[in-house]
């Protein structure tokens, strides 16, 4: 073997270094100050990974099982920022007692997921590919299991670990299945020599039904609101935002890639599978009395949104995936804090009736709230109206009648989003209670966490350079 080939995994080499240096840092390190010298190594470690991955070229290695594109480099920025985020507003969870004592494990396994990621989306090959999704899924429902001597994590970690298991079943069966009928797993040579056989139909289906467990598509939703609402709340951010956003990535990548001769029969599949998502979440969102299930359900309903733009399967569709997912991990990581520091440092619990009359004595958290919302409703001048604008011009580019009714209908269930996100708004300026939640002053951390959303929220909608960056790598 040509170990040289490694220098051209740069990224995922230097992941592979922070996951090193964090791992004997936390072997070596004692005492009181352990956790102060970890967190800054760790945090400062992902601000270099954001510097590497930025410096990374577009590279192969191992005969192209692993293929590095300028698309797939900018992914790995935007889901190394929603990592940095989600250890930032993570730190007042970190310092409970109960967590405090197994810090280190907690930043390893956000590593180690984030370095599945990196694979998934880098991969030329379906065993590459698999891979990367297994080195994902397997730290992952170890994060969902981190509070396990809780009956809603134990239960939620079960759900998740069984439907992982079950959805990769299904998936490598159908990646069998185009094995059988093409000779080859590479991308390239599947994309070459496939037909529109009964065999590889089957394995569409059955590959399309795996991935879709993991983004969490309707029909195969269902473990998705006992899972966060189980999971510590920082862990739900990121199952919510990074490991969609990697999932979705993906999805569109492989189908554009290596399914384009068989367009006609994924993009009805497609057709399907959104309007399901959106309505059937913005349906049951609407009922929901817990804010982590509710978000589940929001974030159901958002992964609707974002497959809008594998729809026209063109470069403008890989840019405004990207777009969306860049401004869903600001708005949702920032809705993900406030729920955070409410339920460690306030005393409070995930209902939403407990953030009834929470502008009155928690004014500054209610307003970031509120715009967080705002974004993630799609209500102008906020980032998520423009987002959601550039993945409805990338689904009706391809101009079939199909395509624009599915945008229209995706348009109508903004109107019940809309209402739904207003619940919340409702709860903490209108709703009145005689026991609000106390006044408490936020940990430094969270105020940087929430600075970093709030930002992308107002200015990545007008900063037109974003948007250019992306559509650049994506080859516009």
């Not at 992902?46 to 192209?64: D, Y």
């Not at 989306?121 to 891979?131: A, E």
């Not at 093409?182 to 994309?191: E, R, W």
């Not at 492989?254 to 599949?269: G, H, N, R, T």
Request: glycine share 8%; proline share 3%; aromatic share 14%.
């Amino acid at each position: 073997m040509d170990y040289s080939q490694f220098f051209n995994m740069i990224p995922e080499a230097g992941l592979i270094a922070v996951l090193v240096i964090v791992f004997l840092a936390d072997l070596i390190l004692k005492g009181e100050k352990k956790h102060s010298v970890l967190s800054l190594l760790t945090g400062a470690l992902l601000v270099c990974q954001i510097g590497v991955c930025f410096l990374s070229e577009p590279a192969q290695a191992f005969g192209g099982m692993y293929e590095s594109t300028p698309a797939a480099n900018v992914m790995k920025i935007i889901l190394t920022m929603g990592t940095l985020i989600v250890f930032i507003m993570s730190q007042s969870w970190v310092e409970r007692k109960d967590v405090l004592n197994k810090e280190g494990e907690y930043y390893e396994l956000l590593i180690s997921t984030l370095l599945g990621m990196y694979m998934m989306i880098s991969s030329g090959h379906f065993m590459m590919f698999f891979l990367g999704l297994e080195m994902a899924s397997v730290p992952m429902a170890c994060l969902v299991a981190f509070d396990k001597f809780k009956q809603n994590s134990a239960e939620g970690a079960a759900k998740f670990i069984l439907t992982a298991t079950f959805s990769s079943g299904v998936m490598l069966y159908g990646i069998s299945f185009i094995y059988g009928a093409v000779g080859t797993l590479y991308f390239g040579d599947v994309a070459s020599q496939i037909s529109t056989s009964p065999l590889t139909i089957m394995g569409l289906v059955f590959f399309f039904s795996g991935l879709g467990f993991k983004i969490s598509l309707v029909p195969f939703h269902f473990w998705t609101a006992d899972t966060y609402q189980g999971a510590p709340t920082p862990v739900t951010g990121y199952l919510s935002v990074v490991s969609k956003g990697a999932a979705a990535f993906a999805l569109m990548a492989i189908l554009v890639k290596v399914f384009a001769p068989m367009s006609e029969y994924w993009e009805y599949l497609m057709y399907i599978v959104i309007v399901l998502t959106i309505t059937v979440a913005n349906l049951f969102a609407l009922r929901q009395k817990e804010l982590k299930r509710f978000m589940a359900f929001s974030s159901i309903s958002q992964a609707g949104y974002i497959m809008l733009a594998v729809i026209g399967g063109s470069a403008m569709g890989l840019a405004s995936l990207m777009y969306y997912v860049l401004i869903y991990v600001a708005a949702n990581m920032a809705v993900f804090t406030i729920i955070n520091v409410v339920e460690t440092r306030g005393g409070g619990n995930t209902k939403m009736n407990c953030y009834d009359g929470f502008y009155e004595t928690n004014p500054k958290l209610s307003f970031l709230m509120t715009l967080a919302l705002f974004s993630l409703a799609g209500i102008p001048p906020f980032a998520g109206m423009f987002c959601k604008f550039f993945v409805f011009m990338a689904a009706a580019k391809g101009g079939s009648t199909l395509a624009y009714a599915v945008v229209f209908i995706a348009l109508l269930n903004t109107v019940p989003s809309l209402y739904y996100y207003l619940k919340i708004v409702k709860c903490m300026y209108i709703n009145k209670t005689d026991q609000p939640l106390p006044t408490f002053k936020s940990d430094c951390n969270t105020r940087l966490a929430l600075a970093l959303c709030t930002a992308g929220v107002l200015l990545f909608g007008v900063c037109s350079c974003i948007y250019d960056w992306l559509a650049q790598a994506a080859g516009m």
